[in-house]
């Protein structure tokens, strides 16, 4: 699933591509990822910006509603537009693109959005766990409120908040860090790269953290977010942003995907194991 980073790549770069465009068809082909009337209410409207909680996509309307998006474990934002007679420009971002997903529309497009250009935005998703839903301003202000907990790299992200959510907890830290309503947009990926730079086993018991390591975390978490963003995001089999390109911070990766190889500050393995439901990246020597 795409995290913060990504998803935010995936927001600058499709705010530069189908803001103001006049929307003039829309085919919601899977009623379990849109409603059957989204283009009645959409057609005919503009998207007016673009806004990001978490891993979460709001597009404002130029009626004042928002379509929400989430891609999920699978789902796959494709925006085609033509520049030639012969030739087209496609940029994608979300799941992993491989060439036969390029060929839109296929088996997994849910939805297609039509604008007043010619150019065109694919919503795909293959498992269909994503989805598009409209929402109210006040609807999309409440799911942001109540579904989301303090976001880093905002002015909410403060350590007096950070520290709170760890009183007492006896949840391990890997889960803490990927709970959404406490904290938003961190996944697999940077829950295990922010404990890697924090020194941490992400198996620790979050109440059982010092007033240093949480220190240490919370320093660790905002930089490891700064780098994958200003690197685009990170890219294996699940992330190509809206350049078509893979996110650059891959090899700037610590310990995720990383297992069997050396760890670059002591040269110990990489080990991996499970925590949280999720495969789970660690240097033993380092992480304590």
């Not at 404002?60 to 934002?77: F, V």
């Not at 529309?105 to 766990?129: A, C, E, G, H």
């Not at 790299?153 to 907890?169: D, V």
Request: charge should be positive.
């Amino acid at each position: 699933m795409p995290e913060l980073p990504e998803v935010e790549t995936i927001r600058r770069d499709l705010s530069t591509r189908v803001v103001d465009k006049k929307i003039i068809a829309l085919d919601a082909r899977d009623h379990k990822v849109a409603d059957k009337n989204l283009a009645k209410i959409l057609v005919g409207k503009k998207f007016i910006k673009i806004e990001r909680r978490g891993k979460l996509l709001a597009f404002l309307l130029s009626d004042g509603q928002y379509l929400l998006a989430h891609l999920k474990m699978t789902g796959q934002l494709i925006y085609k537009e033509k520049r030639t007679r012969s030739k087209e420009k496609i940029v994608a971002g979300g799941h992993k693109i491989s060439p036969s997903d390029l060929q839109v529309p296929n088996n997994f497009t849910r939805v297609i959005f039509s604008f007043v250009d010619k150019s065109q935005l694919f919503f795909n998703d293959m498992r269909r766990f994503g989805y598009l839903k409209l929402a109210s301003a006040d609807e999309k202000e409440k799911i942001f409120n109540e579904n989301f907990g303090i976001e880093p790299l905002t002015e909410n992200f403060k350590f007096k908040n950070f520290s709170a959510l760890f009183a007492r907890r006896k949840t391990n830290l890997k889960a803490l860090l990927m709970n959404q309503k406490l904290i938003a947009g961190i996944g697999n990926i940077y829950a295990d790269e922010a404990c890697y730079c924090a020194g941490l086993l992400p198996w620790r018991k979050a109440g059982s953290l010092t007033a240093g390591e949480l220190k240490r975390l919370f320093s660790s978490i905002t930089e490891v977010l700064k780098v994958a963003l200003k690197n685009r995001g990170t890219s294996f089999d699940d992330f190509v942003d809206a350049q078509g390109e893979k996110g650059g911070h891959y090899n700037f990766l610590n310990v995720y995907e990383r297992d069997g190889e050396k760890c670059r500050r002591c040269k110990s393995i990489i080990k991996k194991t499970r925590h949280a439901g999720r495969g789970t990246h660690f240097c033993l020597k380092c992480q304590k």
